[in-house]
């Protein structure tokens, strides 16, 4: 649909020598800019310090004088991964620290939408509260913690998103994106954020030897970087070496079997083998299943099979998120078919695409709006911000964008130009959340696109793919598959290996009308290599005699308890 040019990443004239790592594997890091062993370490002694991170000291000492007076602790946490994550490991950091009151809710998105705002107070009032320490959220919570200070309530704010021009009135923000921060890593996760506070407020109660005067043990924090690993891995937030270190870490616990028993069990239903769990298995088996709950329903499901220490309970629970993952999926499949619908009515061509799209539908459900936004950005390489109904005549929404177009700047400039037009929002770069009234959805299209219109250059919705280049025959193999998917953990900004071959095909399967199970052959090999590509347009591929230039992976497919080499092919080129 869109223009597509092909970029081999430049090898380095000098490679640097990793340690542990394959020559073909230093190659592809160092190709990704990390040209010194420390940025590939895993120890946390190389994490950055906890007391760079503005707010935290302020935040701890608040921490320790609830917990000396014993005052009841609420949560507040969010309706996705990252804050389910942070919600469990901040209950269970402070209840092993020995606070006797600790609650936590979640907003319910389809009535409260996002955030601690003066409805959740009320919410929490019959908790009785006496101090707040919000999760993920709360960043933009101006009216909230405002309501919640005429009540005599604390406000504690642990967040990673980007704040407005007004910070709220809490007694301590601990973010490392607000104004005057000096940590240097801007990318921590929800999750990571309260990890980092857990760990301070630890520091801090171990100073004032509070635990041997208890006789209690003292926390191991770490014990819950699975947490940590999988929050940090669904937010999509940029892998940096400081993330990169809580995600490894994270995984050598979960392989060594010293998880949480809610990690283990959703692993179990997606049918992954926790021995041989990589980054790709936090982001797109164990995280969506998490949130469906959010997505569906009440995110309490997903946060109790997170906190939970009996094996039944959190298979029982991850067997109920598995399936409404499936559900999920099932109302995905035909959202993203009404919205090709609504694309396909205006004739959309790479001409004619407008520079974001923006499309609601009244029977579209709110907790999958942001996975059709993602859909329809890849298929047409277009920032996307997709609507569906809310409540009191208002409509949600959720925008994916792409590199070279920060979304929730673009929506704030909407904002600011048409006072009040937009409701509330908030977000990332690549991804942010509105909402608006009903009746106002065309004027903020014409705004929005208005707004990307003047700011962006036509250049940037020229795709680019990146690839490591071609393999030696000799690297199809499954030991270098496996180096490749867990040695070192990739994701946002930091990206899994991906190469481009030209192959024959030998073999040709169509699975279930919209898959292709291939076997394939490199010229100077002997034998055919398995390979697979899914959700495709069968009839446009390649038949079996020909030959096809393809963007692919290597991957390891496990069945039967066998594991065995797979090309995952992301595209034809």
Not at 55 to 73: H, P
Not at 348 to 362: F, G, S
């Amino acid at each position: 649909m869109q223009s597509v040019t092909l970029i081999r990443r430049p090898v380095p004239t000098e490679i640097p020598v990793f340690h542990n790592c394959s020559a073909l594997l230093s190659r592809i890091v160092a190709s990704r800019g990390v040209d010194d062993e420390r940025l590939l370490s895993s120890e946390l002694r190389h994490l950055q310090p906890i007391h760079s991170l503005k707010g935290v000291d302020v935040a701890t000492q608040r921490l320790c004088l609830a917990l000396e007076k014993q005052q009841r602790i609420l949560i507040v946490g969010d309706f996705d991964a990252d804050g389910a994550t942070a919600t469990a490991l901040c209950k269970r950091a402070l209840s092993a620290f020995g606070f006797q009151s600790v609650d936590y809710i979640v907003p319910n998105r389809f009535e409260y939408g996002y955030g601690l705002t003066p409805e959740i107070i009320d919410v929490a009032a019959p908790f009785r509260p006496e101090l707040i320490i919000t999760v993920d959220n709360g960043i933009s919570s101006i009216e909230g913690v405002d309501y919640a200070s005429q009540l005599g309530i604390d406000v504690v704010i642990t967040d990673h998103h980007l704040p407005g021009s007004q910070l709220p009135e809490a007694v301590a923000i601990v973010n490392p994106n607000q104004p005057g921060d000096e940590f240097e890593s801007k990318n921590l996760a929800g999750v990571g954020v309260i990890f980092y506070l857990m760990l301070a407020l630890k520091q801090a109660l171990t100073l004032q030897n509070y635990f041997e005067k208890r006789q209690l043990p003292s926390p191991n924090i770490v014990r819950w970087l699975d947490l940590v690993a999988l929050g940090t891995v669904a937010d999509v937030v940029p892998l940096d070496a400081n993330n990169r270190i809580l995600v490894e870490q994270g995984l050598r616990r979960i392989r060594a079997g010293q998880c949480t028993a809610g990690v283990a069990a959703l692993l179990r239903v997606a049918k992954k083998d926790h021995k041989q769990t990589c980054s790709q298995d936090l982001g797109f088996a164990c995280g969506p299943r998490l949130n469906a709950a959010g997505r569906l329903d009440d995110m309490s499901l997903g946060i109790e099979c997170l906190l939970t220490d009996s094996t039944d309970v959190a298979m029982n629970i991850a067997a109920e998120l598995d399936e409404m993952n499936r559900t999920r999926r099932e109302l995905e499949s035909g959202m993203k078919q009404d919205a090709l619908k609504l694309l396909d009515s205006i004739e959309l061509n790479q001409e004619a695409l407008p520079p974001i799209i923006c499309l609601y539908h009244e029977e579209w459900h709110q907790g999958i709006v942001g996975i059709i936004a993602a859909r329809i950005r890849e298929r047409y390489f277009r920032p996307c911000i997709i609507f569906a109904p809310g409540t009191g005549g208002e409509i949600k929404g959720s925008g994916r964008s792409i590199p070279g177009i920060h979304m929730r700047d673009v929506i704030d400039r909407v904002a600011t130009s048409s006072t009040g037009l937009v409701e509330k929002f908030g977000g990332h770069a690549m991804a942010a959340g509105l909402s608006l009234k009903t009746e106002d959805f065309a004027d903020f299209e014409t705004a929005v696109t208005k707004v990307v219109s003047s700011e962006v250059s036509p250049s940037v919705f020229n795709e680019a793919l990146l690839s490591d280049g071609a393999l030696e025959p000799e690297s199809f193999s499954l030991a270098v598959a496996e180096e490749l998917s867990q040695r070192i953990p990739w994701g946002q900004a930091f990206p899994a290996p991906v190469f481009d071959d030209v192959f024959e095909v030998v073999e040709r399967r169509v699975l279930k009308g919209a898959h292709l199970k291939y076997m394939l052959r490199k010229e100077g090999q002997s034998g055919a290599l398995s390979a697979i590509a899914f959700n495709i347009d069968v009839e446009q591929w390649p038949e079996i005699g020909e030959k096809a230039h393809f963007l692919y992976q290597l991957s390891v497919n496990e069945f039967n308890g066998q594991r065995s080499l797979q090309i995952m092919i992301q595209r034809k080129l």
